[in-house]
């Protein structure tokens, strides 16, 4: 079968953006395809911007999968990066997809593991703050 894909996706599969690792990531997240089998690691690191607010510094991404699934992480890291923990979580598949001028419907799936594996990251992200947090909360209590 034939997929149509546009210049977008192409372009993001041939050239992917922040494709990599980043060593001891401020999160982690990563995601699987339970049909097709396809992963995607996503890597983050977090800090303050002017106002106090946490921004996506860098994130990067490994990804064991289809054309569609390469696209749509290369894409999701530059739609995430410099922007809050907030806004990066509401990017959503259909931004992905239409930022790469759309995706074959049979491939719409593949944009979750791009958006699902940014949302976990930042959830790993937060729950190791709050685990930080506590251990400081019970040092400072146990002085
Ligand atoms: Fe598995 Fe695209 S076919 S993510």
Known sequence: MELNYSKEVIENFLHPKNMGEIKNPDGFGSVGNKICGDVMNVYIKVKKDKSGKEILK???FKTFGCSAAIATSSMITQLAKGKTLEEAEKITRNDVAESLNGLPPIKMHCSNLASDGLREAIKDYRN????NEKQDEKTTKEK
């Open 58 to 60: 860098d994130i990067k």
């Open 128 to 131: 190791k703050k709050l685990k």
